[in-house]
C-alpha cells in the first residue's frame, strides 16, 4: 500500500493541522498543500474514514451487486429471460467489495503521498488553540490554524449493544457473517432504508421500523410516499410512526417488541437486528476545553462564522460531521466543507458552502434523489409555490423500466426553481442537473429551453418543467 510519509520527530512545526482523515479531513489537507501550505493529517486509524471502509463506498459495492440480482428476477419475470439466481457466494461478493475499498484507500494515500501531506498515524488531543499532541509523534503547532474533522459513529439506542452478529450497527451491518434469513432495521432514514433494500434483493425478509410518521422524514412528503409504496411492492414490511419496546438477543435470533402506529404490540422474529437510528459526532478524547471549546447538546461543534467555517476560537476551523445542521452530514458536502477551510486557511476569499444546494441521495430499490426546499418547506418559508408532480411512467422509458417513480418541481410562482425531488431507477444519476438548475436560481422556462433525449428517464425532468413553463407536451398543465 503506498503511503503519505510519516510525520518526523523533529518537524514538529506546520502551516495546518488536520484532525481526522476521512473526506472532510483528507480533502481539506488536499486542497491546503496544493496551495501551498506545509500539512500534518492526523488519522487514528486509516485514511479515508467510515465513508470509505464502512459507509459509502463498501454499502454501494454491495447495493449494486443486490441491483444485479434483481435485475435477474426482473428478466424473468418481465422480459421472459428464463434465468434465475441460484446461490450468492457471500465470500466472493465480500471480497470484491474489499477490493474496491482497498483500491480507493490506495487512491488516497497516494493523492496524500503525491501532495506532500504528513500523516501521523495516532489519535490527536488538542493542548491549545494551535497545537495538539499526536500520540506515538509528540506535539504539533500550526501556524496559521487546525481543521477538526473527527467524524461521527452509529448512535446505539438504550438497553441494546452491538455484537457484530446478531445486532449490528450501519457500520458493521455489511461485515457481520453471512446472509440473514430475516433483518429487522430500526430507522428509516436514509441509512436504513438502503440497508432494508439490499437485504431484502438478497432474500431476507426484511421488517423496517421507523419512529417517524414516514419514512426519509426529512425529505419531501411524496418522496416518502413513492419510496414506502415501491419498497412495500418488494415485500418489505414498513412500519412508520413504530416504536421498539423490547429486544431479547438469542443465540440464534432476536426476538423483538414493537408498537405500531395503532398502539398494539407486535412481535418481530429476525436473525439479525440492524440498528440505524443516526449518527453522533466523535469527540471524545479530542481536549476540546483545552482549546477553548464546548460542543452543544446533540455533540456538535458549531462554527461562529459559516462563511469560514471557523469556530469561536480564531484558526480553529471544522468541517464533516462534527457540524451541526445546516450541514448535512453527507461525504460530498464534507468535500466542500474541506475546500473552503483550507481555502481560507490559505487567505483566500472563497464562497460560503450553498447547502441548499447540496444533493441528497438514498441508494435504495427504488432510489430517492432531492435538492432544495421540499414543498412543505418552501411554503413554510412564506413561498407561493408552484408544483408540478409527473410520473416516470409517464415517458417512454419509464414504462421500460417499470418501477414507478415520479419527478417533483417547487418552484417559485413565476420564479426561480425551489426544490427538485425524484424517485425511481437511477435517479442517483439523475440529481446532477437538478443541482445545477437549484444552485444557479434557474427559473422553469430557462430549463424549459433545453431539449432532453428521447427516449431517457431524464426526458421526464424536461417535461416536467415543460408544463411548468406552459409549453406542456406529454403532460397538460
Same mark, same amino acid.
Given at each position: 500500500?503506498?503511503?503519505?510519509?510519516?510525520?518526523?520527530?523533529?518537524?514538529?512545526?506546520?502551516?495546518?493541522?488536520?484532525?481526522?482523515?476521512?473526506?472532510?479531513g483528507?480533502?481539506?489537507?488536499?486542497?491546503?498543500?496544493?496551495?501551498g501550505?506545509?500539512?500534518?493529517?492526523?488519522?487514528?486509524?486509516k485514511?479515508?474514514?467510515?465513508?470509505?471502509?464502512?459507509?459509502?463506498?463498501?454499502?454501494?459495492?454491495?447495493?449494486?451487486a443486490?441491483?444485479? #440480482?434483481?435485475?435477474?428476477?426482473?428478466?424473468?419475470?418481465?422480459?421472459?429471460?428464463?434465468?434465475?439466481v441460484?446461490?450468492?457466494?457471500?465470500?466472493?461478493?465480500?471480497?470484491?467489495?474489499?477490493?474496491?475499498?482497498?483500491?480507493?484507500?490506495?487512491?488516497?494515500?497516494?493523492?496524500?503521498?503525491?501532495?506532500?501531506?504528513?500523516?501521523?498515524?495516532?489519535?490527536?488531543?488538542?493542548?491549545?488553540?494551535? $497545537?495538539?499532541?499526536?500520540?506515538?509523534?509528540?506535539?504539533?503547532?500550526?501556524?496559521?490554524?487546525i481543521?477538526?474533522a473527527?467524524? $461521527?459513529?452509529?448512535?446505539?439506542?438504550?438497553?441494546?449493544?452491538?455484537?457484530?452478529?446478531? #445486532?449490528?450497527?450501519?457500520?458493521?451491518?455489511?461485515?457481520?457473517?453471512?446472509?440473514?434469513?430475516?433483518?429487522?432495521?430500526?430507522?428509516?432514514?436514509?441509512?436504513?432504508?438502503?440497508?432494508?433494500s439490499?437485504?431484502r $434483493?438478497?432474500?431476507?425478509d426484511v421488517?423496517?421500523?421507523?419512529?417517524?410518521?414516514?419514512?426519509? @422524514?426529512l425529505?419531501?412528503?411524496?418522496?416518502?410516499?413513492h419510496?414506502?409504496?415501491?419498497?412495500?411492492?418488494?415485500?418489505?414490511d414498513?412500519?412508520?410512526?413504530?416504536?421498539?419496546?423490547?429486544?431479547?438477543?438469542?443465540?440464534?435470533?432476536?426476538?423483538?417488541?414493537?408498537?405500531?402506529?395503532?398502539?398494539?404490540?407486535?412481535?418481530?422474529?429476525a436473525?439479525?437486528?440492524?440498528?440505524?437510528?443516526?449518527?453522533?459526532?466523535?469527540?471524545?478524547g479530542?481536549?476540546?476545553?483545552?482549546?477553548?471549546?464546548? #460542543?452543544?447538546?446533540?455533540?456538535?461543534?458549531?462554527?461562529?462564522?459559516?462563511?469560514?467555517?471557523?469556530?469561536?476560537?480564531?484558526?480553529l476551523?471544522?468541517?464533516?460531521?462534527?457540524?451541526?445542521?445546516?450541514?448535512?452530514?453527507?461525504?460530498?458536502?464534507?468535500?466542500?466543507e474541506?475546500?473552503?477551510?483550507?481555502?481560507?486557511?490559505?487567505?483566500?476569499?472563497?464562497?460560503?458552502?450553498d447547502?441548499?444546494?447540496?444533493p441528497?441521495?438514498?441508494y435504495?430499490s427504488?432510489?430517492?434523489?432531492?435538492?432544495?426546499?421540499?414543498?412543505?418547506?418552501?411554503?413554510?418559508?412564506g413561498?407561493?409555490?408552484?408544483?408540478?408532480?409527473?410520473?416516470?411512467?409517464?415517458?417512454?422509458?419509464?414504462?421500460?423500466?417499470?418501477?414507478?417513480?415520479?419527478?417533483?418541481?417547487v418552484?417559485?410562482r413565476g420564479?426561480?426553481?425551489?426544490?427538485?425531488?425524484?424517485?425511481? @431507477?437511477?435517479?442517483?444519476?439523475?440529481i446532477?442537473?437538478?443541482?445545477?438548475?437549484?444552485?444557479?436560481?434557474?427559473?422553469?422556462?430557462?430549463?424549459?429551453?433545453?431539449?432532453?433525449?428521447?427516449?431517457?428517464?431524464?426526458?421526464?425532468?424536461?417535461?416536467?418543467?415543460?408544463?411548468?413553463?406552459g409549453?406542456?407536451l406529454?403532460?397538460? @398543465?
Amino acid at each position: 500500500m503506498t503511503r503519505a510519509r510519516e510525520l518526523n520527530e523533529n518537524e514538529n512545526e506546520t502551516d495546518v493541522l488536520v484532525i481526522g482523515g476521512g473526506t472532510g479531513g483528507y480533502s481539506t489537507a488536499l486542497r491546503a498543500a496544493s496551495l501551498g501550505l506545509k500539512v500534518v493529517l492526523a488519522e487514528r486509524d486509516k485514511v479515508g474514514g467510515t465513508c470509505l471502509h464502512r459507509g459509502c463506498i463498501p454499502s454501494k459495492a454491495m447495493l449494486h451487486a443486490a441491483e444485479l #440480482v434483481d435485475g435477474i428476477a426482473e428478466a424473468r419475470e418481465r422480459w421472459g429471460v428464463r434465468a434465475a439466481v441460484e446461490s450468492v457466494d457471500w465470500p466472493a461478493l465480500a471480497a470484491t467489495r474489499d477490493d474496491i475499498v482497498a483500491r480507493n484507500h490506495r487512491g488516497v494515500a497516494g493523492h496524500l503521498a503525491h501532495a506532500s501531506v504528513e500523516v501521523a498515524y495516532g489519535s490527536a488531543e488538542l493542548i491549545g488553540p494551535r $497545537s495538539a499532541r499526536i500520540n506515538g509523534y509528540g506535539e504539533v503547532a500550526a501556524r496559521r490554524g487546525i481543521v477538526l474533522a473527527t467524524g $461521527s459513529r452509529p448512535r446505539m439506542l438504550p438497553g441494546l449493544t452491538a455484537d457484530g452478529r446478531r #445486532v449490528v450497527t450501519s457500520d458493521d451491518a455489511l461485515f457481520a457473517p453471512g446472509l440473514p434469513r430475516s433483518v429487522l432495521v430500526l430507522g428509516g432514514g436514509a441509512i436504513g432504508v438502503e440497508y432494508a433494500s439490499f437485504h431484502r $434483493s438478497m432474500g431476507a425478509d426484511v421488517t423496517l421500523v421507523e419512529a417517524a410518521d414516514r419514512l426519509v @422524514p426529512l425529505e419531501d412528503v411524496d418522496v416518502s410516499r413513492h419510496l414506502t409504496r415501491g419498497l412495500k411492492r418488494r415485500g418489505i414490511d414498513v412500519l412508520a410512526e413504530a416504536r421498539l419496546l423490547d429486544a431479547a438477543v438469542g443465540d440464534d435470533e432476536v426476538v423483538a417488541t414493537v408498537r405500531t402506529s395503532r398502539g398494539e404490540t407486535r412481535t418481530v422474529r429476525a436473525e439479525r437486528l440492524l440498528v440505524a437510528v443516526g449518527r453522533a459526532p466523535v469527540t471524545d478524547g479530542l481536549g476540546l476545553a483545552a482549546a477553548g471549546l464546548t #460542543v452543544d447538546d446533540r455533540g456538535h461543534v458549531a462554527p461562529t462564522d459559516w462563511s469560514r467555517l471557523e469556530t469561536s476560537v480564531p484558526g480553529l476551523h471544522v468541517v464533516g460531521d462534527l457540524l451541526p445542521p445546516p450541514s448535512p452530514g453527507l461525504a460530498h458536502a464534507s468535500f466542500a466543507e474541506g475546500l473552503l477551510a483550507a481555502e481560507t486557511l490559505a487567505g483566500l476569499r472563497s464562497p460560503a458552502v450553498d447547502y441548499a444546494a447540496v444533493p441528497r441521495v438514498t441508494y435504495s430499490s427504488p432510489q430517492t434523489a432531492a435538492v432544495g426546499l421540499t414543498e412543505a418547506q418552501a411554503r413554510d418559508a412564506g413561498h407561493d409555490v408552484a408544483v408540478n408532480t409527473m410520473p416516470l411512467t409517464a415517458v417512454a422509458k419509464g414504462m421500460v423500466h417499470g418501477q414507478g417513480g415520479m419527478v417533483k418541481v417547487v418552484a417559485e410562482r413565476g420564479g426561480r426553481v425551489l426544490g427538485v425531488h425524484l424517485v425511481g @431507477p437511477h435517479v442517483s444519476e439523475m440529481i446532477a442537473e437538478s443541482q445545477l438548475i437549484v444552485g444557479w436560481d434557474a427559473e422553469p422556462a430557462d430549463v424549459a429551453l433545453h431539449i432532453h433525449a428521447h427516449p431517457t428517464l431524464s426526458e421526464a425532468v424536461g417535461e416536467a418543467f415543460l408544463t411548468l413553463a406552459g409549453r406542456g407536451l406529454h403532460q397538460q @398543465p
